[in-house]
């Protein structure tokens, strides 16, 4: 008999494979994030901009409206993207992205920078939750969810390996056409135009989109829908409240330390610059390679505790570089870089699963962005009044434990059951090992510990599909 694709054989217990339709999202989804991310002009564009006659004030300036810009378009940009559809909301940020890449060709000014970065937040926050929730939505559709984590985390490693190899081709470019940087960025968001249009349309997600458009002249009131919505489901759900607070350490200590605090911590330790792009491109493989195999964590603890864990170890490798040497200083960036590798695609998973039914979840992904996003912007503030002290040590020690702090009250909240999940049907991606029911304890959820019972977890098919021995999405390790 023939046997339907993505669905194990009878009695095998082989996991399903992704059917033809997840295989063609996931492949355009992983050429869509490489494509898009691709920034030719990142190594380069501070220098590119004094050499077109900027001062340092109007390049930070820039940089300072650029972040303002990002927070307050990300919940309309959001908004968006649940009444149009994820699908139309990409295709029209990779419209964006690639016209603001031109923006420095065509005015190589303050005018023309100012203008390419404020489209670059417009174009980064249309796709910033849009992208995630097309792909949960499209593998979920598809019967294929437990697929999920391992596309989220590959094409955040086929994106930073990319990187790796085009950056240093950039001065050579240079060296041949000036505004080459921002002509291939451009060509790069064309190309994931390209993607984006190739991708399949999601009949549930897209009809309530059409829908959302026939309303006319009542949009506007949708929007407002849709906003008052995604709060609500944010006040009145402490699960998905703190998952989006536990993902706050992840992407500050990560964003901090890889963006910020990368160069000084190098410079403290007499690691000269010449050798920066050396390390910033150790630390890139080491991430790539761990987004692209989060099944390496053991399902010993489910993945609620992994974050939580990465978190902590992020924090220590912060605090261990004020004891170590150079080298030692080089390991640690790697290990921390690694840790932020594992941590993202697992959070982000943790949060998709945590939103409920119907919710509006690029909004809802909109708003975990701004979290993140306004906690970052005051650490920032908070490194540069301890770097201009000269307090680098007490800043990385400081770092630690006030994220062993924020994480500690979490586990009581988590341990003490004054909250759970309220177990809608793509909480449970990711089980314990051994974790069925009676043997041990329950399986364990991917969004965390919360609730003990699988009862709620939809038909008996998708339960099976969600046994340990059947969700290729987490691997025990050696």
């Known amino acids: 008999m023939r046997v339907r694709p993505g669905r194990p054989r009878p009695g095998t217990g082989a996991s399903p494979g992704p059917t033809d339709t997840a295989r063609r999202i996931i492949r355009l989804n992983y050429g869509f994030q490489l494509l898009f991310n691709l920034l030719w002009w990142m190594p380069v564009f501070y220098a590119y901009q004094k050499a077109a006659g900027l001062s340092d004030g109007q390049i930070f300036g820039i940089q300072s409206i650029y972040y303002v ?13 649940d009444r149009i559809g994820t699908r139309n909301c990409l295709r029209a940020g990779a419209v964006v992205m690639t016209a603001a890449n031109l923006a420095p060709v065509v005015s190589a000014s303050y005018t023309g920078f100012l203008l390419h970065f404020l489209a ?24 294929c969810d437990e697929h999920y984590l391992r596309a989220e985390g590959t094409a955040r490693a086929l994106g930073l390996t990319a990187k790796v190899v085009c950056w240093p081709l950039v001065g050579p470019l240079m060296a041949l056409a000036h505004p080459a940087p921002y002509l291939l960025s451009a060509a790069s968001a064309a190309g994931s135009l390209v993607c984006a249009v ?30 008052g919505t995604a709060l609500r489901c944010v006040a009145s759900s402490p699960w998905l ?29 007499g690691i000269g610059e010449a050798s920066h792009g050396g390390v910033l491109a150790a630390m890139t493989v080491a991430e790539a390679v761990a987004s692209a195999r989060p099944q390496w964590l ?26 170590g040497g150079p080298w030692t200083v080089v390991v640690l960036l790697c290990l921390f870089a690694a840790a932020t590798g594992f941590a993202f695609p697992v959070q982000r998973k943790l949060v998709n699963d ?26 920032a503030i908070a490194a540069g009044a301890y770097l201009s002290a000269g307090r680098l040590d007490a800043l990385l020690w400081h770092s630690a434990l006030a994220t062993a702090v924020l994480l500690g009250a979490f586990q009581l909240l988590l341990r003490s059951g004054v909250v759970s999940h309220g177990g809608q049907d793509g909480d449970r991606a990711v089980p314990r090992a051994g974790g069925r029911k009676g043997a041990g304890g329950p399986a364990s959820a991917e969004a965390g510990d919360g609730a003990p019972d699988l009862s709620d ?3 008996a098919a998708r339960r099976e599909a969600l ?10 390790t050696t």
């Open 69 to 81: 810009a990002f927070c307050l378009l990300e919940i309309p940009t959001g908004l968006i993207a």
């Open 120 to 143: 670059i937040a417009a174009g980064r926050s249309l796709t910033s939750g849009a992208a995630s929730a097309y792909l949960y939505d499209g593998l979920r559709a598809q019967g």
């Open 198 to 227: 190739l991708l399949p349309r999601l009949a549930g997600a897209e009809a309530g989109a059409d829908t959302g458009r026939s309303d006319g002249g009542r949009r506007g009131g949708a929007f407002l829908r849709d906003a």
């Open 241 to 269: 409240a703190l998952v989006m607070v536990q993902g706050v350490a992840v992407f500050t200590l990560s964003r901090i330390c890889q963006v910020n605090l990368f160069q000084p911590i190098l410079l403290d330790h």
């Open 298 to 323: 053991s399902r010993r603890l489910p993945p609620v505790a992994w974050v939580s864990v990465l978190s902590l170890a992020l924090a220590a490798a912060l605090a261990a570089m004020t004891l």
């Open 354 to 379: 945590a939103v409920p039914a119907h919710a509006p979840r690029a909004t809802l992904l909109s708003v975990e962005s701004i979290v993140d996003r306004a906690v970052c912007a005051l650490a």
């Open 457 to 459: 977890a939809g038909d």
């Open 467 to 476: 046994e340990p021995n059947r969700a290729p999405g987490y691997h025990e």
